[in-house]
């Protein structure tokens, strides 16, 4: 009598997250506010030392521009400045996912997390920043070489009559603020929710940067309000010679981590 073999049952498919892109409000944005605001005033110290980093970057910046006689540069590189922005606040993203969940961090713990990001899919999302930063300031410099190649740029005082006071420089102003807010919406799309994910999740940098895509055509009114306000606190900020940006530099970065997190949510395959 032959014995039958005992039936197996076959293992379950390996399960796989999706990323699903949820429906961002209002209410989402002032509540992660909120949450950002309340990230802050918990590690006051901790959050403002990445503002006051930014901050003096952005002053030694303007001052090599002015130290190496590239007076046309000032103007365009304070208003390309918050490009970066997104990059500056990865310690912030870390900050508020740790205390998200209920851990706590030293300063070593968020500075190593901050160093070995460098050398995973971060990196890459810098030289993305990076290069779009760089095309800002070339296509400022084209602009200003085609539109204004008569005037001149050898002093501030000089540099601003030319712009603000000539219709050449009206025409400068309307050509630069288009393409500036085309290569804006383009960085803030791609961006807004793929750092803070590389951050959270392990992905790829292409994957993050479609899901951040997705999240802004898919809630195009929401996430270009977002990109309002970070706008106008941003430069409002860059006015009292870059020190406003100690503070609103890591509201803004702790709140964007909390909306990234109601902006996407995984669903098991």
Not at 6 to 32: C, F, G, L, M, Y
Not at 176 to 195: D, E, I, Q
Request: charged letters at 10%; a neutral charge; one cysteine or more.
């Amino acid at each position: 009598m032959t014995s039958k073999a005992p039936e197996t049952t076959p293992p379950n498919p390996h399960t796989q997250a999706v990323i699903e892109v949820n429906t961002v409000t209002a209410a989402d944005i002032k509540a992660s506010l909120k949450a950002g605001f309340s990230d802050f005033l918990a590690h006051p110290i901790m959050s403002s030392f990445f503002g006051l980093f930014y901050a003096v970057f952005g002053i030694l910046f303007v001052w090599c521009l002015v130290w190496l006689g590239y007076i046309w540069m000032i103007i365009p590189a304070m208003v390309g400045f918050p490009l970066v922005a997104p990059f500056a606040a990865a310690g912030l993203y870390e900050m508020s996912r740790r205390r998200q969940k209920g851990e706590s961090f030293s300063w070593s713990e968020i500075l190593m997390v901050m160093a070995r990001q460098s050398r995973r899919e971060m990196g890459w999302m810098a030289f993305v920043t990076l290069f779009v930063f760089w095309v800002w300031m070339y296509q400022i410099r084209l602009w200003l070489a085609i539109i204004l190649q008569d005037a001149s740029f050898s002093s501030m005082d000089g540099f601003l009559n030319a712009v603000f006071f000539t219709p050449e420089g009206w025409t400068f102003l309307a050509i630069g603020t288009g393409a500036g807010a085309v290569l804006s919406a383009v960085l803030f799309s791609v961006t807004v929710v793929a750092m803070p994910m590389l951050m959270d999740r392990e992905v790829d940098f292409v994957t993050a940067m479609l899901t951040s895509v997705r999240v802004v055509t898919e809630n195009p009114v929401t996430m270009l309000t977002w990109a309002a306000i970070i706008s106008v606190t941003m430069l409002v900020s860059l006015l009292p010679a870059f020190l406003g940006l100690i503070f609103t530099l890591p509201i803004l970065g702790h709140t964007t981590w909390h909306l990234y997190q109601r902006a996407i949510s995984l669903a098991e395959t």
